[in-house]
């Protein structure tokens, strides 16, 4: 089957999810000394901007990866569900993460639960790739190198979400750093051609 239907309900999904997290924050009741109501709001900031720019990777690898797989089965739209399913959860996450740094208490938890919807997400989308390359959806183009180069790459993602998470619940900032860390890393431009015209590479 092909993938422009999974595509296009996957990137609905992933518009609704980036834009509901701006209802995460709310703007402040009184006005009454209205600048410091608005800097009180930092940790709302960071959730957002932290958030927003990691759903943004997850669509933007969600593109790329699908350069590569050209067709679909019944698992692999399956899998793609569930994948959806934990990015549709990151503003839940990110609101309980932003409200735990307003009160300072249990942030190692907020931190945590945040991590593992990421280390989730991410295992979905190994086991996407991994289907893709043995159930035979890929783009007869890509070559076995390519397919390693990438398996490693995205392979790198949830193992550091899940290390944000560990570190996160004992220094919870420094959790923080390592999602944000992630980032720069995923944003780092990859060369989609090689010298040969052949794919090769993935955000």
């Known amino acids: 089957m092909p993938t422009s239907r999974l595509e296009a309900f996957s990137d609905g999904v992933f518009a609704i999810a980036i834009t509901v997290l701006v209802l995460g924050i709310a703007a402040p009741v009184h006005t009454d000394h209205l600048l410091v109501r608005l800097l ?30 050209v067709h679909s089965d019944r698992l692999l739209m399956f899998v793609n569900v569930l994948l959806l399913m934990f990015v549709a959860f990151v503003p839940f996450v990110t609101a309980v993460l932003a409200s735990t740094f307003r009160t300072g208490d249990d942030q190692s938890i907020a931190v945590v639960a945040y991590g593992l919807v990421l280390t989730l997400a991410g295992f979905m989308y190994n086991a996407m790739w991994v289907h893709a390359r043995h159930g035979g959806l890929m783009d007869s183009t ?62």
């Open 40 to 69: 009180d709001l930092w940790p709302s900031y960071l959730g957002y901007v932290l958030s927003f720019l990691l759903i943004g990777l997850l669509w933007v690898n969600h593109h790329v990866m699908f350069e590569h797989i």
């Open 142 to 203: 890509v070559t076995d190198a390519g397919v390693q180069r990438i398996r490693r790459r995205i392979r790198f993602g949830p193992l550091m979400y899940l290390f944000g998470a560990a570190v996160g619940y004992f220094v919870p900032i420094l959790g923080i750093v390592v999602f944000a860390g992630l980032i720069l890393f995923y944003w780092l431009p990859i060369p989609q051609l090689n010298a040969a015209g052949e794919k090769i590479g993935m955000r």
